[in-house]
């Protein structure tokens, strides 16, 4: 297989198809698809391993579909701007999408992946979104001034945990994602950029 | 003025109104406005300084306008890798769009944005991208051995020289709109992403 | 409560009595209690977040303790060699103390931690840690020829998925880990020491 | 061609002979020429690029040539350290040679050129250089606070932007002379460093 | 030689016998190997250079010996944080045993060789790591403000040049025992961890 | 002290006088001043802790006095190069100097001092200076193939070491020089630079 054509495969390893899915994997999917229109492609290279594939999305959920003092839109920021210093194509463009339709914003996700510094965002979100990057790339250094500055915005502590857990959560699923060269699905690009689906 | 207002400013400097810039620059600009429909925001921060904006724009035209053995597409390529590299938000975004528009390809920016060796490019604009990022981020090293790989791509040393002469033009360019906060137009940010205009 | 009271805690969140745990959690950590005589810290500490919790132990399970290419002492050999880089201090104690148990070695473990290039394994091991650790520390540029090397030492294509899987999950752990503060129970520092606990 | 001869050529690319320049360019070295009594090679190897060569010395005046809050000697300072900082064998040599002769002093540009926090400046210009590291080296990362601190020092915003264009400009110019593994002139070396040439 | 079996050695270059050694230095080697029960591998390595390894033991009992504001187990402290952060296999397994010993802690130097930040130790001596750290991986930053942060917690100056001299003697020792391959004796590992040991 | 003096002065730290020093450390410094007609600051600045001073010359001197398989010009070449990495002010000039007698070369030390693979030296001292950069800022990493290389160019295993040593002491005495401020005396700038001294 040719680099450009392999640069067009979901993964570098095999993706089951739907048949050759355990039940409850393929159940997932179904619900996706139904709900989303399409399956995100890490869905599918993950399914080559069922085992992982069942805690990675329990994982997911349990950080990024409950309630937290941050708002899905803000995990998102967190996703999108660590990925983002991970080199990690696939969640940049894949989070990026659903970071503007959560936050409704068609520029947001594009600024916070580059240099969220220079984004338009709160101060308090990007008192977040220094300290999630230093979870990502300098977890070592964590210190109680880091809790401080936090605390000083309004974050409790549970939504530091939350900040945190996004960003180390996201340090992992980057890895794998980087690792499988996974691609993103051609939707995501231009999800939520337009007028009319911000009002969705 | 409020971090948030701050943010959705051109420029941390002044920016001329069109009475106030010389002659030439405010026919420069008109003519932009005439061709793109807008004026991109860096015409307006660096008018701030007439001679160096004449000077940054005749080096950028001798870069990006001219012939070359690199298609245009190519050489925004290289702006839009080094800009990530360097998390330059004006220029992934700005010269992303074009980028688009060049590459008639709605992906291809965000790609080389994150991650140029995860893009749908091929190996020949691998290797291309490879030695932009050596001249961006450790042009110290550059060898002999770096020269002898892109000639194995085909590169002549002329093309070899525009490689490196668009990756150290954007070096400057970078730093100048990280250094005053330059911000994008808004426009940008959907410009080549959707199919009809591929086939203009 | 002083920095050094506060050293001596499990971890800088509440930790949950066994009262307190949901019926699944306190039924594993006692399983935990029973097979080894004590609770390791990281099943106190995530026990603040059951949801998290699950998936965790769950992820884990998936990666440690399944069937695989790699020994479970060579899985043990990457969370050493990773921890160590990411300066987690909980995982390299906890870890180390697994590995010296399983690699039946009481050197092991400290080398694996300091310089794996200096340890006594086989050069097929070295490959595969330096494998690992660019996927803990520089995914982005995981490309073919990191493939290659790695087959030519004899691992299949899920060996190498499952030294990247186990990389990026201690990624994930290691930074939960310094985030919270984790400390390592004092049984660790000792296990797997001594000569006699070799024929264990 | 040994790498000892190539070691001793002005560029990796061929230089023009004064007859084959555009005429502009001609007249622009042969004035050099006579005001220094040689011809720096940066002229020489760039004259390869007619359009780049106007470009660049357009640029070059525009910031070290007029007037400014920066002393000439200090916009040389920001030049030596930024180019040591990137590793620039012509500028260090060259731009070191000019900063004796315009600080009046033979020791300020080795001092600079290795480590400026050891020179025998002020410290107005040791937060100068500060800043200018920054911008050669971490420009995605400046912020209002860096403003602040100069303005403690009595920089005026315009002083502010000269000092990050200083060291824009010379990122551009480290890597081209890098990247053409560019020769500094023998007599660069000792200027400024005897004292009679500072009474000229 | 395989890759294993020179792992075993005690250092790349050859050994010499206790009858091939000079007259003193046969006669440290007696008075260690008395002491200790053996003798380290550092004696034996360095050996190979007989004026080196007087230079090397006389800068070491000069620092390490002396009085000092310093314990013996604090300067054991720098030695094992240093040699963490050089990744030096045979520093920490060595001066970890001394560590333990001096300390009477079974645990203080697997912590400060990870992260001293999570260690058991005063915020005194954590002052006293950072600066070490700071002397061992960015001397060239070293400024007032690090001596001024010192001296707030209670260090002379006198005891700042002992932090200092000792990371840097070990920036050496690290560089001459990675060159090497310098392997720790097996008796290193368990030294100082047993209850028994700590009542010495 | 004002900044300005400070950095005047030889050293942070008190410096003795001749008559304060011991017996043999002034007589040392008496035989240095008759030999080069001053005493350079490092024999002040370490005179403070006399078993130090003697350790580190009786290091120095058996690195850098001895006969070796590299000329004296060329262990010097190791010493600024290493020293330009670390950012010693101190080192690079005092060394630099004594390069240009031994090497007969105004020229190298500045050249090798910024970047040593664009100096006039041979592909052998290249792959000297490669394999010495490597033990000063990545000794970890050291390997069999680095040895290879450099027995490529001729160098045996006792040069090698050479190398090495060097390489390492000056790591040592870089971060004193740092540390310490250290100001290198006024002679060492122009020493060297002129022909007459070339044929002393």
Redesign the interface.
């Given at each position: 297989m040719s680099?450009?054509q392999q640069?067009?495969a979901v993964s570098?390893?095999p993706v089951p198809s739907l048949e050759q899915m355990p039940e409850d994997i393929r159940g997932r999917i179904l619900a996706v698809q139904e709900k989303s229109g399409f399956v995100p492609n890490v869905f599918l290279a993950l399914a080559?391993?069922p085992?992982?594939f069942?805690?990675?999305f329990?994982?997911h959920d349990?950080?990024m579909e409950?309630d937290s003092g941050l708002t899905k839109a803000e995990r998102e920021m967190i996703v999108v701007a660590t990925s983002?210093a991970?080199?990690?194509?696939y969640c940049?463009?894949a989070h990026?999408a659903i970071l503007r339709i959560r936050a409704k914003s068609?520029?947001v996700a594009?600024?916070v992946?580059?240099?969220h510094?220079?984004?338009?965002i709160?101060?308090r979100q990007?008192a977040m979104l220094d300290f999630a990057m230093k979870?990502?790339l300098d977890?070592?250094?964590?210190?109680d001034a880091d809790?401080e500055a936090l605390r000083g915005h309004g974050f409790t502590?549970e939504d530091i945990?939350d900040i945190?857990?996004v960003?180390?959560?996201f340090?992992?699923s980057?890895?794998?994602a980087?690792?499988?060269?996974m691609?993103p699905n051609?939707e995501f690009?231009?999800m939520g950029?337009?007028p009319k689906e911000k009002s969705k």
């Open positions: 680099a450009l640069s067009h570098r390893f080559h391993r085992d992982e069942r805690a990675f329990a994982y349990a950080l409950k983002g991970n080199n990690c194509h940049v463009v990026g068609a520029h594009d600024q992946a580059i240099n510094r220079k984004a338009d709160t101060p990007c979870v990502a977890a070592r250094n964590v210190a809790f502590d945990w945190a857990a960003a180390a959560f340090a992992l980057n890895r794998m980087n690792f499988t060269s691609r051609d690009y231009l950029r337009l």
